[in-house]
C-alpha cells in the first residue's frame, strides 16, 4: 500500500482506483449515494480515509465490479472512462481479479487543489491511470488555394472623393456660422 500520494495543484487526466474493503451493506454508509454530486468538505467516511479536506464527488465513481459482468473492471475504465488499452494493460488481470467495490478518484476530485492523499482502511490503492492526452500537430497547413498574392480589395480614396469630404464639412461650417450670426441678431 502506499502512504502517501501526491496530488499536484491543477492535475489533469489522472484516476486513481481504490478498493474499498467493505461488504456491500455497509457501502452506503461510507460512501452515500445521496452525497453523489456534492462537494463533500464535512465529515464523510470517505473523505477520511482518503486523508483530504476536501472532495468532489461529482468526480468519484463508485463501482461494483461483478455488476459489470463481462465488461469486468478494466472494460469499464476503457470504454466508459476512455482510458486507453495501453494504459489498462499492465494492469488488466489485476483490476479484473478485482471483486470487492473500488472507488474511481478522478482529478477533478480536488477542485485543481494540491492534495495529498493517506489512504487508509478500508481503502486500499490499487492503481493510478493517465487518460490519454490530445497531442495536436502544430505544423503549417499547407495547400494550393493558399499559394500566390491576393489583389484587388479595397482601392485607395481618389483625390475628388477627399475633396468632396472637404468641401461638405465646410459648408456645414458655414451654415452653423449663419444659423450662429441669425440667431445672435
Do not use: C
Amino acid at each position: 500500500m502506499t502512504d502517501r500520494i501526491n496530488v499536484p495543484a491543477n492535475e489533469h487526466g489522472v484516476v486513481r482506483i481504490f478498493a474499498i474493503d467493505l461488504p456491500r451493506d455497509d457501502l452506503a454508509a461510507f460512501a452515500p449515494p445521496e452525497l453523489e454530486g456534492v462537494e463533500v468538505m464535512a465529515q464523510s467516511p470517505l473523505r477520511a480515509a482518503l486523508g483530504v479536506d476536501r472532495l468532489d464527488m461529482e468526480y468519484v465513481d463508485i463501482i461494483h465490479p461483478e455488476d459489470l459482468g463481462e465488461m469486468g473492471l478494466s472494460g469499464y475504465l476503457n470504454d466508459g472512462l476512455g482510458l486507453s488499452a495501453q494504459e489498462i494493460a499492465g494492469a488488466r488481470t489485476h483490476l479484473d481479479g478485482i471483486t470487492g467495490p473500488v472507488a474511481l478518484v478522478l482529478s477533478k476530485a480536488h477542485a485543481g487543489e494540491a492534495a495529498i492523499l493517506t489512504p487508509r482502511a478500508p481503502l486500499r490503492w490499487v492503481a493510478t491511470l493517465n487518460e490519454p492526452q490530445d497531442v495536436h500537430d502544430m505544423a503549417p497547413l499547407r495547400s494550393d488555394g493558399a499559394a500566390g498574392v491576393v489583389t484587388g480589395g479595397k482601392p485607395p480614396k481618389s483625390d475628388a472623393a477627399i475633396g468632396g469630404r472637404i468641401a461638405t464639412i465646410a459648408l456645414l461650417v458655414l451654415a452653423l456660422l449663419v444659423i450662429l450670426m441669425i440667431w445672435i441678431a
